[in-house]
């Protein structure tokens, strides 16, 4: 028979033993399991040909794998962190499933192919269109402007830097408003100013962008619905970067870019943009706009910038639309004769004259020049009010003289 003290000291040291080893495991708890894979997309719904950014995580890591959507399979590596993006592009009809898989490990999430919005039909031969601040994306700033002019615009302008992949969804956005998107694109990198070295124009006509042009090619072209594209507006100013006397440009040297720009773009297949070449009203010291033309064969809308600035600069006066505007028309029509006009930016300000009746005299004037095929209105508060509603008397002149257009 055993001691009882033996056996008690037992006791004591089999619950030490069982103490010890309890806190060992408690040191030697294991780290939480990786978080699941998921993945998300650029966006959940949009016409068949939607270009999908496909984002994903907590896949294994340096892993390839796939991303596959009905019929469609591309090829996905992650990353040291195990995650990857990639595009795909949405076909079919319905709800679809776009699935990565990436070392036995999958995750998927939906999309949903609707029928495109077809544009509108008017009896109105002249567009009316619009840029906001918040841009195309911005559905109470199209709404108001729908509301101020008694009609949804059916183009919308927006603006991209060389910096920003091909703006998908935001073409969805607008295309699902039933309007086009007058998509500016501009050669440099916002808020660089204009001395720009990696953006000068030989640059861009040596191949240097070439990868990111095919870029935007593939993804308009997959995209398939009308795209208004104007690469490097207001050229025949001093202003930007891609203008001629600035940033190392010399003479032909925009009219080469535009022209390369135009070819790469072009090679990727995309036959649903329209090419959009767009000055500003010709001004006295202003780039010739012949120097600048890249050929009938690269444009297929011309277009003009003009603002009525009147007082509100120091160097400004008020102009009348005819006088804004009928020197660059008639510049236009002898350049690239038989081409459509879109008057791309415009507004006024309130200082110096009447806006309200200079908005009636626009779209009177507009009217009365057949081979005018839109008018943009800027409708933004910026180095003036030039928005529709700077005051009541011109938003309400601006809904009357838009129910009176050609």
């Known amino acids: 028979m055993m001691h009882t003290s033996y056996v008690h000291g037992l006791g004591v040291r089999l619950l030490l033993l069982t103490s010890a080893v309890a806190l060992l495991l408690v040191g030697l708890t294991p780290p939480p ?20 950014t496909v984002t994903g995580a907590g896949f294994p890591k340096k892993t390839q794998g796939t991303l596959v959507t009905g019929t469609t399979s591309v090829t996905i590596t992650t990353t040291g962190a195990g995650a990857f993006q990639s595009a795909i592009t949405a076909t079919g009809s319905g709800d679809l499933t776009i699935t990565a898989t ?36 911005a559905n ?35 295309r699902a408003r039933g309007a086009d998107t007058l998509l500016t694109w501009e050669p440099w990198t916002w808020g660089g100013g204009t001395q720009q070295p990696a953006y000068a124009l030989d640059r861009i006509t040596a191949g240097d962008f070439d990868a990111y042009l095919r870029q935007w090619g593939q993804a308009l072209g997959q995209w398939g619905q009308p795209v208004y594209l104007r690469f490097a507006h207001e050229m025949n100013g001093d202003w930007y970067p891609w203008a001629e006397g600035v940033n ?17 773009v072009e090679s990727t297949g995309a036959t649903n943009i329209s090419w959009v070449w767009n000055p500003n009203v010709p001004y006295w010291g ?34 009348e639309p005819s006088n ?18 879109v008057i791309a930016e415009t507004s006024s300000s309130e200082l110096g004259g009447s806006k309200a009746q200079w908005i009636s005299n626009l779209v009177g004037y507009l009217s ?30 601006f809904r009357s003289a838009l129910a009176t257009r050609r």
């Open 33 to 52: 399991a990786d978080a699941a894979a998921m993945v998300t997309l650029s966006s959940t719904s949009g016409p068949a040909g939607t270009s999908v």
């Open 102 to 137: 990436a070392g036995g490990v999958s995750a998927a999430a939906r999309f949903t192919v609707v029928a495109p919005v077809p544009t509108p039909t008017t009896t109105k031969a002249i567009r009316f269109g619009v840029g906001t601040a918040g841009g195309p994306a």
């Open 140 to 174: 109470g700033e199209l709404d108001e402007v729908a509301a101020l002019a008694g009609e949804a615009p059916s183009m919308v302008l927006s603006y991209k830097d060389f910096n920003q992949p091909a703006p998908i969804a935001e073409l969805n956005a607008v």
């Open 248 to 264: 190392g440009n010399g003479a032909g040297d925009y009219a080469a870019a535009y022209q390369h720009v135009h070819d790469v």
């Open 286 to 319: 202003s780039t010739p706009l012949p120097q600048l033309y890249p050929g009938a064969e690269y444009v297929d809308f011309v277009a003009l910038d003009g603002y009525n600035w009147g007082t509100s600069q120091s160097w400004s006066s008020w102009q």
């Open 324 to 341: 804004l505007f009928g020197d660059g028309l008639a510049q236009l029509r002898q350049l690239a004769p038989g081409k459509p006009i």
């Open 368 to 397: 009365a020049q057949p081979d005018v095929v839109a008018l943009v209105w800027f409708h933004i508060n910026k180095e003036a009010d030039w928005r529709i509603n700077s005051t009541t008397s011109s938003a309400d002149a």
